[in-house]
């Protein structure tokens, strides 16, 4: 079975791009590994991450990021059967702040990044609009 979680959370400190580019070189690794897509936007101290893939594989590489000590107050958004992956070509993609953040930000009436206001379709509207604009962090 194949499902979507998402979710969000406050890094412990501000990010580096090295700190980011870590984080993506080991999920890209190891989600490719285990057949997870997905896509990570960090913005203002705030992750927000989508992990699609088999059930079993994703609730367990969801226990580990959210023990990872880079962040905290981790918050489950949506947990959703799915029948596709809507990120199958990104074992991890990346998105930092850009005048596309800002302007879907103002379509959701916020006039900066705080996922703990988005609703569950705003939060996935989000990051869809974000794949298509993927940056690499270096
Ligand atoms: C915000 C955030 C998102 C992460 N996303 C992933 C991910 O998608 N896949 C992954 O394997 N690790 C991810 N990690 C890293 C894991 O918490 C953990 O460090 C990693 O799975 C350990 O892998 P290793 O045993 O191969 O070193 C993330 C960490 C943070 C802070």
């Not at 107050?73 to 993609?93: A, K, L, Q, R, T």
């Not at 930000?105 to 609703?119: N, Q, V, Y």
């Amino acid at each position: 079975m194949t499902i979507r979680l998402v979710y969000y959370s406050r890094a412990l400190r501000d990010m580096s791009l090295q700190d980011i580019q870590n984080i993506l070189t080991t999920a890209r690794g190891n989600n490719s590994d285990q057949d997870i897509c997905g896509m990570l936007c960090y913005e203002s101290n705030w992750f927000l991450q989508a992990l699609e893939g088999d059930r079993e594989t994703v609730n367990e590489l969801f226990l580990e990021i959210a023990d990872d000590v880079r962040h905290e107050d981790v918050v489950i958004i949506s947990y959703s059967y799915i029948d596709e992956c809507i990120f199958p070509n990104w074992h991890m993609g990346y998105a930092a702040n850009s005048g596309a953040v800002t302007d879907m930000l103002k379509s959701f009436g916020l006039d900066r990044f705080e996922p703990e206001k988005l609703t569950p379709d705003q939060a996935l509207e989000f990051l869809q609009n974000m794949s298509g604009q993927q940056q690499l962090a270096a």
